[in-house]
């Protein structure tokens, strides 16, 4: 077992060849709960360099093996975990809830998502193909073939600490790949838990890591380490950059998946019942800290007015407060630092001259005196080059932008550095085509929200908003070889 119940607080312990064992510097932080900053849900090792060393080393040790592994016994073992904690949806939904702070319901749509993930990178096992190709000589035959990229890092964030990780985790094990997995400090608990689904499948020793510490020390010692042949990240914009640095000495192929400045736009012709409760949604649900999250609603004129009036009654009517209760719709921020941050672009947006029409302030007092609580809010009035039009603020915090014609729309929504979803209302297939052609981004949604992926389609951003994403996510974690071979 890797955690014991030590004054009523878990006692999390790090994954390293096949057994739970504490981080050699002896040091632990705690995970606390976001809504209720009295209650400690888990001591979590703070390790060191060293640490991660001993995982590299089985996982490099494991890897011969798990590339021998036939794919559908690999496959298997994937499978198994899906199921695992499929039974287990309740406990590690509640767990997530307790250290990120989302919503019950959104904890458990998360968890079956991680499930679904894992489900369909297991079949993607037998899908590892590669290619015949005509040869120019006589008695050689030419083809390609996948093969493991071999240890590879996956560094997550704290958004959706559990649906992350299982899926990056899931595609690389499947195809031989070997693991280590730093997850973020605000949120261990998680990684814990989708890791013993693993190693209640029958994961072998060494296949898959667990280190938990500080990014800034295990997370850079780990990118940086040139037995890493390959890294998945997701995470900020800025520290995605670190780590393309701190990895290009090693030339380890790289997947960033990073943040996000999502517009919508909304035309005159759309459905604003149907827009309004999409953006809503996608801008609010999960207190906004979604990389998807919608953050720039670009309207025409002519139905600014009746969109931002539902907007508004929508917004106002949600509820905010503890997770855990089924009847709130969005939980705390995930920590005082998120919260401080929120807190600065409100008043960011109110210096620059941005009307706010709702929401914003923070919520201290009664249920809410003891979380990272505030309300949602909207802002009327903005120009592209203010701050909160232009900068991901990664909270429950939307901008309207006001435009008179589609193309406006579409110069307005691809005037950030980022690239990640978008989306478009409109009954008009020539605007929704026009707008799916020219928008720079990587996920682009017609008449739907800008959150939300499919496990079986691509996802991933342009510009700054990522690099490395494949049609599969099997693709990204192998390699291809070029045989030629001559048998006669
Ligand atoms: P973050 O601060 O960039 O951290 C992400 C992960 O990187 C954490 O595990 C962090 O560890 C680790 N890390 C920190 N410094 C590091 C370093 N120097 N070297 C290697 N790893 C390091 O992001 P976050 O605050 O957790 O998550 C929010 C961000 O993620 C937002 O920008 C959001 O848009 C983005 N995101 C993107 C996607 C996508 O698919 N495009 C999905 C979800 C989230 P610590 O926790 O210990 O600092």
């Not at 499929?86 to 809830?97: F, H, Q």
């Not at 807190?343 to 620059?352: C, H, L, P």
Request: charged share 20%; hydrophobic share 45%; with cysteine.
């Amino acid at each position: 077992m890797m955690t014991s119940n030590t004054h009523a607080n878990l006692v999390l312990r790090n994954f390293i060849a096949g057994e739970w064992i504490a981080s050699v510097s002896g040091e632990v932080a705690a995970d606390i709960n976001p809504a209720a900053t009295g209650e400690v849900v888990a001591e979590t090792p703070l390790s060191v360099r060293a640490d991660v060393d001993r995982a590299i080393a089985a996982a490099a040790a494991a890897q011969r093996r798990w590339r021998d592994t036939p794919a559908p016994a690999r496959a298997a073992v994937v499978s198994r975990a899906a199921d695992v904690l499929a039974g287990r949806v309740d406990d590690v939904a509640s767990d997530l809830t307790r250290e990120e702070g989302k919503t019950i319901g959104e904890a458990k749509a998360e968890a079956t998502s991680a499930i679904a993930k894992m489900a369909y990178a297991a079949g993607d096992a037998l899908r590892m193909a590669g290619e015949t190709l005509p040869s120019g000589t006589e008695g050689v035959q030419l083809y390609t073939m996948r093969e493991p990229l071999g240890v590879v890092a996956v560094v997550t964030p704290w958004n959706f600490p559990l649906s992350t990780p299982a899926g990056k985790l899931a595609a690389a094990l499947v195809t031989g790949s070997t693991v280590v997995l730093k997850p973020a400090s605000l949120t261990p608990l998680s990684a814990v838990r989708l890791v013993e689904a693993f190693v209640a499948a029958g994961i072998p020793a060494g296949v898959l890591n667990l280190v938990m510490g500080g990014g800034g020390t295990i997370g850079s010692a780990l990118v940086s380490d040139p037995r890493v042949r390959g890294i998945s990240f997701t995470g900020s914009t800025a520290i995605g950059v670190g780590v393309a640095r701190d990895a290009a000495p090693t030339l380890a192929k790289l997947q960033l998946e990073l943040g996000g400045k999502n517009p919508l736009v909304v035309m005159e012709d759309a459905d604003l019942d149907a827009a309004a409760k999409a953006i809503v949604e996608g801008a609010f649900f999960s207190c906004g800290q979604k990389c998807t999250a919608t953050s720039r609603v670009i309207v025409h004129r002519d139905v600014k007015a009746a969109l931002t009036a539902k907007l508004v009654e929508r917004t106002t009517a949600l509820r905010v407060g503890k997770g855990l209760d089924a009847a709130n719709h969005l939980g705390p921020l995930v920590d005082a630092k998120q919260l401080e941050t929120v807190q600065s672009y409100i008043e960011i947006g109110k210096k620059e001259g941005a009307r706010l029409l709702t929401g914003g302030e923070r919520l201290s007092s009664g249920e809410h005196a003891h979380g990272y609580f505030m309300r949602p809010a909207i802002f009327d009035d903005v120009q592209s080059e203010m701050r909160i039009a232009c900068e991901e603020i990664f909270g429950p915090v939307l901008s309207l932008i006001g435009v008179a014609s589609l193309e406006e729309a579409i110069e307005t929504a691809n005037r950030t550095e980022y690239g990640l979803s978008s989306a478009i209302f409109t009954r008009n297939l020539g605007y929704a085509q026009e707008f799916t052609r020219c928008i720079q981004a990587g996920v682009v949604k017609v008449n739907g929200q800008t959150p939300g992926n499919a496990p079986n389609m691509p996802f991933g951003g342009r510009k700054m908003s990522g690099l490395g994403i494949s049609q599969k996510q099997i693709d990204f974690f192998t390699e291809l070889k070029s045989v030629y071979q001559r048998f006669n």
